[in-house]
Structures are given as structure tokens and as C-alpha cells.
Nanobody
Framework: QVQLVESGGGLVQAGGSLRLSCAASGRTFTNYAMGWFRQAPGKEREFVASVNYSGRATIYADSAKGRFTISRDNAKNTVYLQMNSLKPEDTAVYYC????????????????????WGQGTQVTVSS
């Protein structure tokens, strides 16, 4: 499986921005679709965004549309999540995920034997 390490989380005021990064290693990066999920305290993990192997196809949860941008740099084996106009309800642990089906898209991906997950990075948005 591919190994994933997230970074870039932190504390930010409402309206601010953060950029999360996820560095992948251990497998050919372009063999994987990549995604971001988040889990807030007391809530189930939820899909945020995904990008296919080439970076040309992206899908966003409604909560992320217009504020978040997912991208990947295949030369650096890294996927990013640019988060703008952050709200207190965006507070969560954010997880990077990889799916071994490189064109897989959306929340149905990254599950079971197809999925690999990072350890998560905390994002806290203060009001």
C-alpha cells in the first residue's frame, strides 16, 4: 500500500485560509486517485474532495464547493487541499486517502481494500 503523511493543519480564525498537504510514498503515485475526508468530534467521517490520477477530474462535497480546491503535483507525489473562507464548522481532523483505482471519483472511493489512509491533521477554526 501507499503510505500517506498529512501536514499543514493548525488553528485559524474564521474567514482565513489553510493549505493541507499529503505526501505519498511507497507506490507509483499516478496509480492512485486521491482524496480528502474529515471527521469532526462526535460525527462520522465525511468526504471533502477527490482528484483523479491526472489531476484533471475533481469532485467536491457541497460543503467544500467554492471554498476548497484539491490539486496534485505528480512530480512531487503530493496532493493538496487549499481551504479558503474557513468556518468554525470546518473544524475537524482532515485525512488524506488514496484509492488504487486511479480514475475513481467521489465518496464511494477509498473504501475497503482499495483505500489507504493517512493519520490525519487537525484543523481548528475559531469564531
Amino acid at each position: 500500500q501507499v503510505q500517506l503523511v498529512e501536514s499543514g493543519g493548525g488553528l485559524v480564525q474564521a474567514g482565513g485560509s489553510l493549505r493541507l498537504s499529503c505526501a505519498a510514498s511507497g507506490r507509483t503515485f499516478t496509480n492512485y486517485a486521491m482524496g480528502w475526508f474529515r471527521q469532526a468530534p462526535g460525527k462520522e467521517r465525511e468526504f471533502v474532495a477527490s482528484v483523479n490520477y491526472s489531476g484533471r477530474a475533481t469532485i467536491y462535497a457541497d460543503s467544500a464547493k467554492g471554498r476548497f480546491t484539491i490539486s496534485r503535483d505528480n512530480a512531487k507525489n503530493t496532493v493538496y487541499l487549499q481551504m479558503n473562507s474557513l468556518k468554525p464548522e470546518d473544524t475537524a481532523v482532515y485525512y488524506c486517502a488514496a484509492d488504487s483505482r486511479p480514475s475513481c471519483a467521489g465518496y464511494v472511493c477509498f473504501q475497503g481494500s482499495y483505500g489507504s489512509w493517512g493519520q490525519g491533521t487537525q484543523v481548528t477554526v475559531s469564531s
